[in-house]
């Protein structure tokens, strides 16, 4: 009924930009908010960057300055632009939402499969 599917990741060079997708289809009421979360090997799950259904966005320390959240509404997809990589970025990428579907009043939150970004120093 709902998914989340990424894509944009792949191999980078160290100082170079990337920009990740997620498109989120299925029997859809409201996305509330989104965001990106990546999983280094042998690491916890952190959060990146998320956005409110209002545009509201908040960043990791890590991040901040170089990554962009964004959302495009009319086709429920989230973005991240990724600039001034470092080998310290490198992980699997997730996009997570919290979803109301249609004929249900209570949201639930959905994952993405996830896209794997290496950045190469």
């Known amino acids: 009924q709902v998914q989340l599917v990424e894509s944009g990741g792949g191999l980078v060079q160290a100082g170079g930009s990337l920009r990740l997708s997620c498109a989120a289809s299925?029997?859809?009421?409201?996305?509330?908010?989104m965001g990106w979360y990546r999983q280094a090997p042998r690491k916890q799950r952190e959060l990146v960057a998320t956005?409110?259904?209002?545009?509201?966005?908040s960043y990791a320390d890590s991040v901040k300055g170089r990554f962009t959240i964004s959302r495009d509404n009319a086709k429920n997809t989230l973005y991240l632009q990724m600039n001034s990589l470092k080998p310290e970025d490198t992980a699997v990428y997730y996009c997570?939402?919290?979803?109301?579907?249609?004929?249900?009043?209570?949201?639930?939150?959905?994952w993405g499969q996830g896209t794997p970004v290496t950045v190469s120093s």
């Open positions: 997570n939402a919290d979803i109301r579907r249609l004929g249900v009043l209570r949201s639930a939150t959905y």
């Open positions: 299925g029997s859809i009421f409201s996305i509330n908010a």
């Open positions: 956005i409110t259904s209002a545009g509201s966005t």
